[in-house]
């Protein structure tokens, strides 16, 4: 369907999108306290490497499993009451986590905190890709979707460096008080502001017809509204149903490899600064900042890439691929660390890598993309399962590495490995990138989805 108003109809999906990316920014600080305060934490309780692994991946446990209830709940209640919430029940427990010196048992009440904390962040991503699908037209998906991806490069590169000037002046337990703060602060402000194009609150009808007819799901709110009897009105999606499709599957696998280069910059990359090159923890808090810096860039960039090659091409299947592959190419580069000793190369190295695995990070665009309409908080919450699973494996694995070898080198290594996995998962499983369309209980082919700003045919790889 063609577009019938200009791009500058209006800004209030931006706005949108801000509040999202400050939510998801604040959330990975808050699972990354741990990294930050991880060295004097574990110095003055006496937590081994192996343990201080388990609870980096305990989030992870608690994420994935709350995943799809997580999904339906933020589809059957909508994202500004779920998210809300999350941000408010999780910056709770990130606050108690201060106190862990104080607990009979530190590493057992740790271990519980962390988990609580994995399940009240869980509606953050199924609640991210319906701001995406419910505010973005398919012409700008990319970019949304790459600003949102960027969230967590924010995260390190603004709280990673607040977090390493606490620690180190403060001590790490104030880590914990100062991040729970600034949680509940953003929780007002996303109440305040945040609401859905159906609500039709300060979006103008020139942005509300753009969107919509650029294959936004504006109507969110619709059925809620409609109550239950308009909940049942076509019969609910299942994730069996999901997982049967090609598409999702090669998308989720794709999304585990590129999340464990994730997982290894927001548990394990401030104590190799500490441990294996010499840096200070609040010399590790900048240096952290510097690739997170280099990650931002790298997403907004595959962002606008992407919608550029949308608009030139008409195929969704290019706009994606291509930068996730070059980006997923250049994330690579990390195990060149193991053969430098000098520092300042080595950040370089880590910025290049950041820079490549943000260009390649489009795995939520392609989420929004391909997401049955009735089912986008569903869809996130999967896709978000396996992103969950690899913060659950490779935190533990670098700790048990870690502990084997005595050294980083392996793990990086390791970590290296994951961009080469996912560059196969999108080009020999996914398949062409469209709508996922199941009526009457099966998976139907996926319907395609045409270039809203070319008229050129879609096309597909």
Known sequence: MMETSTPRAGWQRFVMLALITCVLALSTADRATLAVAGPGMSKELGLTAVQMGWLFGVFAWAYMIWQLPAGKLVDRFG?????????????????????????????????????????????????????????????????????????????????????????????????????????????????????????????????????????ALVDEGANRRGGPEALSAEPAINVTQLLRTRMMMGVCLAQYCISAITFFFITWFPAYLVKARGFSIMEAGFASALPAICGCVGGVSAGIVSDWLLRRSGSLSVARKIPITVGLLLSAVIVGCNY???????????????????????????????????????????????????????????GYIVQMTGSFELALAFVGCHAGLAIISYWLIVGPIRRIEIHSGKALPPAPIVSTRSTRPNKSI
């Open 79 to 215: 994202t500004r009451m779920s998210v809300f919430l999350s941000i408010v029940l999780w910056s709770i427990v990130t606050f108690m986590m201060g106190g862990a010196a104080w607990l009979p048992q530190a590493f057992a009440g740790l271990l519980v905190l962390r988990f609580l904390l994995g399940t009240m962040e869980s509606p953050g991503g199924p609640g991210a890709a319906r701001v995406i699908a419910t505010w973005f037209p398919s012409s700008e998906r990319g970019f949304a979707g790459a600003v949102f991806n960027c969230a967590q490069y924010l995260s390190l590169g603004i709280f990673m460096p607040l977090m390493g000037y606490v620690a180190f002046h403060f001590g790490w337990k104030h880590v914990f008080g100062v991040m729970g703060i600034l949680g509940l602060a953003l929780a007002v402000v996303w109440w305040l502001l945040f609401y859905t194009p159906s609500e039709r609150k300060r979006i103008t009808p020139a942005e509300f017809d753009y969107i919509k007819n650029g294959g």
């Open 340 to 398: 430098t000793a000098s520092n300042s190369l080595m950040v370089a190295l880590m910025c290049l890598s950041f820079f490549g695995k943000g260009f390649g990070s489009l795995g939520w665009t392609v989420v929004a993309d391909m997401a049955p309409a009735r089912a986008v908080g569903l869809t996130g919450g999967l896709f978000n399962i396996f992103n969950a699973a690899a913060g659950i494996i490779t935190p533990v694995a670098i």
